[in-house]
């Protein structure tokens, strides 16, 4: 394993590795290009959890017909016409979030699948380099 290293060091000049997830596996990163992909993976996927729960948040506010303190809808006037176009307009402020955090999501979701086929290709150039410069090594 020593003389794995050594080469890989040479041949990328890097001296850190970190270690990260990918696949399941436990994944060397050598290089910055590496490390990029694995923190952009990250951080969509942070991106995506954060906005699924703000739509089940915002869904459980609909279901319950209770008013989120972001929206904020004031018309004047106290008559029950008047209640009824505030309530109206909550609802549809609220529907048009909701619509807006679902295609939010598709693209996160379209965003985390490229960035994971691309760190999956990576990650088997890395394999397929290893086991050449593991080959060419111990021939020596």
């Not at 109206?88 to 379209?110: D, F, G, T, V």
Request: charged share 25%; with cysteine; proline share 1%.
């Amino acid at each position: 394993m020593n003389v794995l290293k050594c080469i890989l060091v040479q041949k990328v000049g890097f001296l850190k590795y970190k270690s990260g997830l990918l696949h399941g596996h436990k994944m060397k990163i050598i290089n910055a290009q590496q490390a990029k992909t694995l923190n952009i993976y990250k951080n969509t996927k942070s991106k995506l959890l954060k906005t699924k729960a703000a739509i089940w948040f915002n869904k459980m506010y609909r279901l319950k017909g209770l008013k989120p303190n972001y929206i904020s809808i004031r018309i004047n006037g106290n008559t029950l016409r008047d209640k009824k176009t505030t309530q109206k307009a909550i609802s549809y402020r609220l529907n048009q979030e909701i619509k807006h955090l679902c295609r939010k999501k598709q693209h996160l979701n379209q965003l985390l699948y490229q960035q994971h086929l691309k760190g999956a290709n990576q990650y088997n150039d890395m394999l397929l380099h290893n086991q050449r410069s593991t080959k060419v090594s111990c021939s020596k």
